[in-house]
């Protein structure tokens, strides 16, 4: 595997909102900062009305990442992950260095290995595709009469939300997605952002979503000896629990990439 094209860096952006959730991201930020190694940058993202936690100050300035606000504008008080996801994710390519390819991952994910992509997959993310991993299953609505349906032709691989590769090229894709966060049958259902990027990429951007390997996105059906990232796919909820089983899981994993804490 090929490293990432010459003048492109990596801007790894994580998003957290609340207390347990800024820990959890605190511990895993620290784990890309490690990693990459002064190579790219790494930001913590936090809605502009939130207090930062204490542990999230310090591992910022221990583990030398820094932690960055944008406004988040509530249109309902349901799916209140969806809308943080999208506007977060419009702000994260917005703010992007030149050159930069941003990789958003979800405050439940451990780096565990060097990140570098195909150069395929950078070409493919300059021109403005973005790539993500299928989900460990397919969870495309069955039912016709759901809002969030896409027929079976052509229909793209369900894909996990919990990674994404982009770069400043698909900013018109995020702020779709944004846009159809705010829609009343988005603001109800299963799932979060999940199932506004899967539906968008269905019916808006057929062409612009390129399969990324399950290396980088180890959710439990796909860690391998090759995994770059872990991710506690389906701990999200529990994460909110400080001192959970999950929680404690995830702080261990990120333990062991950064080391004493």
């Not at 079976?152 to 939300?161: A, E, K, M, W």
């Not at 872990?230 to 994460?239: D, I, P, R």
Request: proline residues 3%; charged residues 20%; positive net charge.
């Amino acid at each position: 595997m090929s490293g990432v094209s010459r003048g492109s860096m990596i801007d790894v952006v994580l998003i957290a909102s609340g207390e347990e959730y800024q820990t959890s991201a605190s511990w895993a930020a620290a784990t890309y900062a490690t990693m990459l190694n002064g190579v790219g940058e790494v930001r913590v993202l936090v809605p502009a009305n939130e207090t930062l936690t204490s542990i999230l100050i310090h591992n910022a300035d221990r583990y030398n990442y820094t932690v960055d606000s944008f406004e988040l504008t509530l249109i309902s008080a349901r799916k209140y992950t969806c809308q943080l996801k999208c506007h977060a994710f419009v702000y994260a390519i917005r703010t992007l260095h030149n050159n930069a390819h941003a990789l958003i991952v979800d405050a439940d994910t451990v780096c565990i290995g060097r990140l570098a992509f195909d150069s395929r997959i950078c070409s493919s993310i300059a021109r403005g595709n973005i790539a993500m991993v299928p989900d460990v299953r397919d969870r495309h609505p069955t039912r016709a009469r759901s809002p969030w349906y896409v027929k079976p032709d052509n229909r793209l691989p369900y894909v996990n939300s919990g990674v994404i590769l982009a770069g400043s090229n698909s900013l018109d894709m995020f702020e779709r997605f944004l846009c159809l966060s705010k829609e009343e049958k988005f603001l109800r259902g299963p799932f979060n952002d999940q199932k506004v990027i899967n539906y968008s990429l269905n019916t808006d951007f057929p062409n612009r979503l390129m399969v990324l390997d399950s290396i980088f996105n180890g959710m439990r059906a796909y860690r391998g000896p090759e995994t770059r990232i872990l991710h506690y796919a389906g701990g999200a909820g529990q994460l909110g629990v400080l001192g959970s089983k999950r929680c404690a899981e995830h702080f261990r994993a990120c333990v062991s990439v950064i080391g004493d804490v």
